[in-house]
């Protein structure tokens, strides 16, 4: 199984660590693509600091950021599973994983990304903000730029079992499985059921998503589980106390939570 997921806007900084290898990352056949956008997202931020804030979609208290971005190719890298943070993966808990838990992630996980295309969890990367909705000068919007790098090395990433696609739309827009890696992706759609006036009503939640997805993606890591089709999927969710429905759609589940936290 491959699960998706996306980066987390919040990054972790500091702490010692070598410089960034773009020769050792995951995924070998995205290192030029993933030089190319490093260059660019360098060069912006090290000339005009306005124009880099404007590019990046910046307010005045992120200022900071735009010097983190110049500074990227001498700046200590830390496993990416250190490196993202945020909602989802604080309730994913990386880092309180027991030993075959956390080597099952570093198997399965493949966080997408606007700066390196997509990294498995123990790359070793720097803090940076480059969302991937961001138009660089030269190359023009990143999710249609890793269209091409990400159609080459995406269909042997992700194999012949399952896919788990846990992106948000931006990061999907960068590889969406085609013909049968379409018909064995499963995605996720976490919706709040409420009773109001005695009828049941369902609305889809949003910063509560994020960590529902989190806690579905631990459960599977713990549970060591490795379902081949997405009927699997909901068998071992619904096993381990998670409501979970198919849709008329294939490969589409609807996780069900009362308590939104």
């Not at 993933?34 to 306005?50: A, H, I, Q, Y």
């Not at 931006?170 to 005695?198: E, H, N």
Request: proline content about 6%; charged content about 25%; aromatic content about 4%.
């Amino acid at each position: 199984m491959l699960v998706l997921l996306p980066p987390s806007e919040g990054k972790a900084s500091g702490g010692e660590g070598p410089a960034l290898d773009l020769d050792a990352l995951a995924l070998p056949g995205l290192t030029e693509a993933r030089r190319t956008v490093l260059g660019e997202l360098v060069e912006l931020c090290r000339g005009d600091e306005e124009k880099a804030l404007d590019v990046l979609g910046l307010g005045e208290r992120l200022r900071g950021e735009v010097a983190k971005n110049a500074a990227l190719e001498t700046a200590p890298a830390l496993p990416a599973g250190e490196v993202y943070t945020g909602v989802l993966y604080d309730a994913l808990g990386l880092g309180d994983l027991g030993p075959r838990a956390l080597e099952l992630a570093r198997e399965s996980l493949l966080v997408f990304s606007g700066l390196w295309g997509a990294v498995r969890i123990g790359d070793r990367i720097p803090s940076y903000r480059c969302p991937m909705g961001v138009k660089l000068p030269a190359l023009g919007a990143l999710g249609a730029f890793w269209r091409g790098p990400m159609a080459q090395v995406m269909p042997e990433t992700a194999g012949d079992g399952l896919v788990l696609d846990l992106r948000s739309s931006a990061y999907a827009a960068a590889w969406k499985p085609k013909a049968d890696l379409a018909r064995r992706t499963a995605s996720v759609r976490v919706l709040q059921v409420r009773m109001v006036d005695g009828v049941e009503r369902r609305s889809v939640v949003s910063h509560f998503n994020k960590a529902t997805k989190g806690r579905l993606v631990r459960a599977l890591l713990e549970a060591d589980a490795r379902p081949a089709t997405c009927a699997e999927l909901t068998d071992v969710w619904r096993d381990l106390g998670f409501t979970v429905e198919q849709q008329a759609k294939p490969g589409q589940l609807d996780v069900l939570v009362s308590d939104v936290h």
